[in-house]
């Protein structure tokens, strides 16, 4: 439970005149330096979710925000959960005009494998204009363009044309099952009518995009038991099963050499492209050569009959995420481990449902685990695709905004990543949705050397900031 904090008085509606609008966009951009600084300091802390060793530290990049907000005169709150608190912050209402949710994660993926950054990940470093450091992009420097672009708003002292609030959380990398389970009774609270969200990607460098579709996500684990201990394989080997046999078996089944997932039902409720969808994905501007040249691969692969932007933003996959059994250590270690372990995901598309997919798949693992072995499932969290619609003035007011900003008009795109609360939003808010990507796919979110262009940070804090001017225009 939270308490409402009394609201400062309310300013007029009226988007400022062209003119002083300009000079406070030269403003912003002279502040510049500032805004890298927050960046830095934010990013110094290390706010990994999933690691309980970092409890204090996502609670210190989650104060961080708070102290941002109030600092400009955004009523803030911070609010408990069973996991890591969130922030919501508000700038005051306005009479008759939209409201804005600003949504944005402060929590970042673990940074291991630690010996393969240049500079240590919580130690940002500029490179080539680039700022190297774990949530550069997911999500520290995205979801910073807005809080910037806001706070800035409102200590020049200039009335917004409409009430912004903002939710940032600590949870997004471990699902955002805290947020799911609290978003109904917060409902009021973060009423709006539109989201906004900047947690993925430009197109391609130079070509900003407009992202209206995301894959959902189903996570497992999957452990297989055999011996009681590990086995010497000479005097055993023949004689009982192994377990890391056993679950590349079980593994194996469930892709094909074609790239098709093999459980039983897994595509039955899978919307398939239309002819206009593909036919306008496939006038962007990408090569697979140049795509996988970024990856570092000399062949993509991918489901067959499909092009890499199909596969990647509308089609379901199985990844191993992790792959853990027997001897890691030097040398050569003759055994049948007793034990082996992975960790697994699908990615999933409009109209597939995890929970669904969850009984589907315990069905395909009981026909296909080999015998004399025991294994369990865990489930971890799991989300559906979304969609967002395209026809809106928010989506509209986006496009010029980003069009002014980044000087190159934007592309409309879907993504594969998720995220989780999304479709949540939508469902219980009932508002439209807008994904802004100021990324880049070679960004390496939640790889070794994440970074954010910093001149991509000034651009979103720009586009952000013509954004609010856009949506006032287009609705009045
Ligand atoms: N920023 C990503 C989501 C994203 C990735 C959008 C790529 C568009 C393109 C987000 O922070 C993320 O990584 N989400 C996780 C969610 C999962 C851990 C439940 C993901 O997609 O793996
Ligand atoms: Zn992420």
Redesign the pocket.
């Known amino acids: 439970s939270f308490t409402v904090p009394e609201t400062p008085e309310k300013p007029v509606n009226r988007p400022p005149s062209a003119d002083s609008f300009d000079q406070f966009l030269d403003s912003l951009a002279s502040r510049r330096e500032h805004h890298r600084e927050d960046l830095v300091e934010w990013l110094r802390i290390p706010s990994v979710s999933s690691d309980s060793g970092h409890v204090a530290d996502v609670r210190r990049a989650c104060e961080w925000v708070a102290q941002k907000f109030s600092r400009a005169g955004l009523a803030v709150q911070t609010l408990a959960t069973e996991g890591h608190p969130m922030v919501v912050a508000k700038t005051p209402p306005v009479e008759s005009g939209p409201v804005v949710l600003v949504y944005g994660?402060y929590d970042v993926?673990p940074a291991e494998p630690l010996e393969d950054w240049i500079t240590g990940p919580f130690d940002p470093t500029e490179r080539d204009g680039d700022l190297f450091a774990r949530g550069a992009t997911?999500?520290k420097g995205q979801v910073l363009t807005h809080i910037q672009s806001v706070c800035e708003w409102l200590s020049a002292g200039r009335s917004l044309p409409m009430q912004i609030k903002f939710l940032v959380e600590g949870e997004?990398?471990?699902?955002?099952e805290n947020l799911e389970r609290m978003l109904p009774d917060l409902a009021e609270e973060l009423a709006c009518d539109c989201v906004v969200i900047s947690?993925?990607?430009q197109y391609a460098d130079g070509q900003p995009a407009i992202?209206y579709g995301?894959r959902g996500?189903a996570?497992y684990e999957l452990t297989v038991r055999g011996p009681s201990q590990d086995l010497h394989s000479g005097s055993f080997g023949g004689a009982v099963m192994n377990p890391a046999i056993a679950l590349s078996k079980m593994l194996a089944s469930m892709i094909d050499e074609n790239g098709v997932i093999q459980i039983p039902g897994f595509y039955d409720r899978v919307v398939p492209l239309t002819d206009p969808q593909r036919k306008a994905w496939r006038e962007l501007p990408q090569t697979d050569e140049a795509f996988a040249k970024t990856v570092g691969v000399e062949r993509l692969f991918g489901e067959q009959g499909y092009t890499t932007d199909e596969r990647r933003w509308a089609r379901p996959t199985f990844d191993i995420n992790g792959l853990t059994s027997g001897h890691q250590g030097e040398g050569v270690k003759t055994i049948i481990p007793a034990l082996a372990n992975a960790k697994f995901?699908f990615r999933l598309v409009p109209d597939q449902d995890p929970k669904e997919l969850t009984e589907q798949l315990m069905a395909h693992l009981q026909a296909v685990a080999p015998i004399g072995i025991n294994w369990k499932l865990e489930v971890d969290?799991g989300?559906p695709g979304m969609l967002a619609q395209i026809e809106t003035p928010f989506a509209k007011a986006a496009e010029l905004a980003i069009e002014a900003a980044f000087e190159a008009k934007p592309v409309l795109i879907r993504?594969?990543?998720?995220?989780?609360i999304v479709t949540r939003f939508q469902e219980v808010l009932g508002c439209d949705c807008l994904l802004l990507?100021w990324g880049l796919s070679d960004d390496n979110?939640?790889s070794p050397n994440e970074k954010f262009r910093v001149e991509d940070y000034y651009r979103g804090i720009q586009a952000s900031a013509r954004l609010w001017n856009e949506i006032a225009t287009q609705l009045s």
Do not use: R, W
């Not at 997004?172 to 955002?176: D, K």
């Not at 993504?415 to 989780?420: A, F, M, N, R």
């Open positions: 994660h993926q997911d999500d997004e990398e471990v699902g955002s947690d993925s990607s992202t995301l996500i996570t995901s969290h989300a993504e594969g990543g998720s995220i989780p990507g979110a939640h």
